[in-house]
């Protein structure tokens, strides 16, 4: 394990050096986006106090913002959101381990891979997230059911994408290695396992999407508490300002997350970016 | 002088090609030894099987008088392509050799960080290889070859992506280094030029099916400058070699142009 945690120290080393550039073209990447959503915010405001004019249809963005400021008063806002980043991130944080692991497994063993990849990729085409009615019947309507659907959408991306990465290592690479008689234990720890950490990565970024899209929709099959609940009652009682703020969480929490990731990307596999 | 490499009856076959055939000959300890041919004759498979990364079909390699089976730190292998890791630095890539072998102490660290300075690299050691020019990677690409401080060095190359200029450079730097420490070197170019600048002798290979044609020695004073490859002399002896592999190389661009 310490020469696991040593190829990390150097990739996390590799990323200290950033190139300068960037930082000076950011304020002009930021210019066009924030113009860009503004916009689109006003028009969104104008359509719906001018031309929808009706509250059950579309809410305006300053009716979500109050009333996402009244939900965060109350606690309500808090309570579902805590409730939903513990299913995310529980399911998140079991799913990146197990499709790591079987990714690994499926790279090291050709019999592995025979015996999984028609499940993996079925399972990965299949909308799963149906699924979740079922899996509410089996765990109720607790966390766990979410749980189990974030799993199943955030497995497969992660087990895929190990296992390419593992896969694709550069026959160039590790022939060099060889020629200095490196064991396989070695060109797996100082060759394929460094190069496979942007692919996971990659398969970790696409499991936010598929993993939040899993809570909300599997809250709204049945659940006590989470931001799918809340959106799901908002619409029972016709409150589109709240089932926007729902929503509009859910999309900041999206898009915060990913970002979050863009960094990390950025620190640990510098290499990658040019 | 003592004998270091041997090679008896060497053959290697793919499937139906017969890419090396009947290969004999001895390279003595400090030698530099270079090998052309033309494209396809198996230079780089006859590299490869002395470094021990490819099984021989028949004959035998051996290396101070032991039969050569498998890769070992007698032996360090400058690629073609440089094969550096992107994720690590010019010292990390430097060192990975003695990293494999399983002792990096401060006595290594100390040697690597020498040979970076000896291949013109000081300064650079935390520079990851996206930030270093072709020339500056092929430095780095020997300096990880010689880290090992190999008995013999097995170069495949080294020089062919990189421009003239920068090309003229490395050689002479290459002598300036082979000379610090005067290993055996087994080095394959497609530079006539190169090959007469660099060798002690020259290996000329055929092809179909690859085998030895000649060995050339090449008596020129050493050290040699630069200013050598204008001479007469030195002039007869790429035309020496040229003439050797011209039908053979005509050959092959032929083929591959089909
Ligand atoms: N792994 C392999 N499998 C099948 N054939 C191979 C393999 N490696 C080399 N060959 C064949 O063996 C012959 C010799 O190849 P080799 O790469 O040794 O030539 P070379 O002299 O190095 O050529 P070049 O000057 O173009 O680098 C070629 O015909 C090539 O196609
Ligand atoms: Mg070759």
Not at chain 1, 56 to 62: D, V
Request: hydrophobic content about 50%.
């Amino acid at each position: 394990m310490s020469q696991l945690s040593d190829g990390q120290a150097e990739v996390v080393q590799g990323g200290v050096q950033s190139r300068p550039a960037s930082g000076m073209r950011l304020p002009r990447l930021y210019l066009a986006g924030v113009v860009s959503v503004l916009g689109g915010l006003l028009l969104w405001e104008v359509v719906s106090r001018f031309l929808v004019a009706n509250a059950l249809f579309l809410a305006a963005p300053s009716q979500i913002f109050s009333a996402i400021l009244a939900l965060a008063k109350s606690g309500e806002l808090w309570r579902h959101m805590s409730i939903s980043a513990i299913e995310f991130a529980l399911g998140y944080a079991i799913a990146s381990v197990l499709g790591v692991m079987i990714g690994f497994a499926m790279a090291e063993s050709a019999t592995m891979k025979r015996a999984l990849q028609p499940w993996v990729s079925g399972l990965y085409a299949t909308p799963t997230i149906a699924l979740a009615p079922l899996f509410i019947l089996w765990l109720g309507i607790g966390i766990w059911s979410k749980v189990l659907v974030v799993i199943f959408l955030v497995l497969f991306p992660v087990t895929i994408n190990t296992e390419a990465g593992l896969r694709t290592t550069s026959e160039r690479l590790i022939e060099m290695l060889r020629s200095f008689g490196a064991s396989p234990r070695q060109i797996f720890f100082k060759v394929s396992l460094p190069s496979a950490v942007p692919f996971i990565l990659a398969g970790l970024k696409l499991g936010i999407g598929r993993g939040l899209i899993g809570v909300v929709v599997a809250e709204l099959f049945g659940s006590r508490a989470g931001l799918g609940r809340l959106i799901a009652q908002s619409a029972d009682a016709f409150n589109m300002p709240e089932l926007f703020a729902g929503v509009i969480v859910l999309a900041v929490a999206g898009i915060m997350l990913t970002a979050g990731f863009g960094w990390l990307e950025n620190r640990l596999v510098p290499w990658t970016k040019d | 002088m003592a004998r270091k490499l041997q090679v008896s009856h060497l053959g290697k076959t793919f499937g139906e090609l017969r890419a090396l055939q009947d290969i004999n000959l001895a390279v003595e300890r400090g030698e530099f030894i270079a090998l052309v041919g033309p494209s396809g004759c198996g230079k780089t498979t006859f590299l490869r099987i002395v470094a021990g990364l490819e099984p021989a079909s028949s004959g035998e390699v051996t290396l101070d008088g032991r039969a050569v089976r498998s890769p070992g730190a007698d032996r360090g292998f400058v690629f073609q392509s440089d094969n550096l890791l992107p994720w690590r630095t010019v010292f990390a890539n430097a060192i990975i050799g003695r990293e494999v072998a399983g002792h990096v102490g401060p006595a290594e660290r100390q040697r690597t960080m020498e040979l970076l300075k000896l291949v013109g690299l000081e300064g650079f050691e935390h520079y990851h290889p996206r930030q270093l020019s072709g020339g500056m990677r092929q430095r780095v690409n020997l300096a990880r070859a010689l880290a090992i401080d190999p008995q013999i060095l097995l170069m495949d190359e080294p020089f062919s992506s990189l421009d003239a200029q920068t090309r003229e450079i490395m050689q002479t730097e290459l002598m300036r280094i082979w000379e610090t420490g005067r290993k055996t070197v087994l080095f394959v170019t497609h530079q006539i030029d190169e090959a007469v600048f660099l060798a002690d002798r020259v290996f000329v290979f055929a092809r179909r099916p690859g085998r030895l044609r000649e060995n050339v020695a090449i008596e020129l004073p050493r050290p040699r400058a630069l200013a050598i490859k204008r001479t007469a002399e030195f002039v007869r002896y790429v035309d020496h070699i040229w003439r050797l592999i011209e039908d053979d190389v005509r050959a092959s661009v032929i083929e591959e142009k089909v």
